[in-house]
């Protein structure tokens, strides 16, 4: 299921500038002007997380904004108020004060969607462990790079798929340049040592040449056994 976020903003310019770095990362993007048609989206939608962006000093857009913390419930909001804007705080919402950069939006969007993570992932006897960063393989424990964990979390969140390099570049690298894509086979490389018991016969992480790759973790003998 797609992770979509509904962007609110009355700067036509920095929403598609944001829009296009979420979407880079893999995220769908819903974009809206203040108005009552952004909370028909948050209704109708429903967006794991709202970004509402305000530039100008405006009475009616603070005003949306308590609109919209009535309208999401528990939904998490992260606001970008007018420089020097006064706002109260709010359980439900995080304030990034002016001036911010996409980077820094892009920092507080992971860190809120983080917490909607599960604590493991388990496909056959290996299991991605978000809290500790690691993957487990039976009982041992492989530390891993946070560039090679996002990677493994890709693989392991689509077993049985063919997943192409271009699609992998983009989610895990958050680009579209592919000039040189060494980086994606070394972190291949390198998962292999660390999970296969035979690197050079993968048994988990297939090649699909000139393609891409395809993660394969059968089910333990105690999954396929029939319920009694």
Request: hydrophobic share 35%.
């Given at each position: ?60 857009h603070l005003q949306f904004n308590q609109s919209l913390r ?17 706002v109260p705080p709010a359980d439900n919402q995080r304030v ?118 395809l993660f394969d973790c059968p089910p333990t003998p105690a ?6």
């Open positions: 299921m797609e992770t979509r976020i509904l962007l609110i903003d009355d700067d036509l310019l920095e929403a598609e500038k944001l829009q296009a770095s979420l979407q880079r990362a893999g995220f769908a993007v819903l974009v809206a002007p203040p108005s009552r048609k952004a909370l028909r989206l948050v209704k109708n939608q429903k967006p794991v997380l709202v970004i509402l962006g305000l530039s100008g000093h405006n009475g009616e009535r309208a999401v419930g528990q939904t998490p909001v992260i606001l970008i108020p007018p420089e020097q804007a006064s990034l004060q002016r001036p911010v950069t996409t980077r820094k939006v892009m920092h507080q969007v992971r860190r809120l969607l983080e917490n909607d993570k599960p604590h493991s992932i388990k496909r056959g006897d290996m299991t991605l462990d978000y809290e500790n960063q690691c993957v487990w393989r039976g009982g041992e424990k492989c530390a891993l790079t946070p560039k090679a964990f996002k990677l493994m979390e890709m693989f392991i969140t689509h077993p049985g798929q063919l997943l192409d390099h271009k699609e992998i570049m983009r989610l895990v690298w958050e680009t579209g340049y592919m000039g040189d894509i060494r980086t994606l086979y070394v972190h291949v490389r390198w998962l292999r040592r660390k999970l296969e018991p035979d690197p050079g016969h993968p048994k988990y992480i297939h090649t699909v040449r000139g393609i891409g790759y999954e396929t056994s029939p319920a009694r």
